[in-house]
């Protein structure tokens, strides 16, 4: 039994390109064989846990009119409650 031989060219494997029947183990287990401590479909990854890991830009960057509007509401940037309009009267 021969252990650690490469495949002439890589073999895809649920999408990794696998190198050695290790590779090919990992990838049917749906574990990248690039990073196999990142575990299944890269759960254990490090920056994983951070909705915005450092080193990557937010997905949406809002400009122009709405570039105040980037962050949450603060209780200044609401708009004043309707006043006109709250009673209506039905009994004709």
Known sequence: M???VNYPSPVMVNGYACKNC???DYAKKHI???H???GPFGIDKADA???NP???APAVTF???LASMA???SQGAMPPAATQGLRLDVSV
């Open 32 to 34: 990248d064989p690039a």
């Open 54 to 56: 450092p080193g990557r």
């Open 49 to 51: 846990k951070s909705a």
């Open 2 to 4: 021969t252990i650690g």
């Open 36 to 38: 196999p401590k990142d």
């Open 71 to 73: 962050g949450p509401p």
């Open 22 to 24: 290790t590779d090919v």
């Open 63 to 65: 400009g122009g009119a």
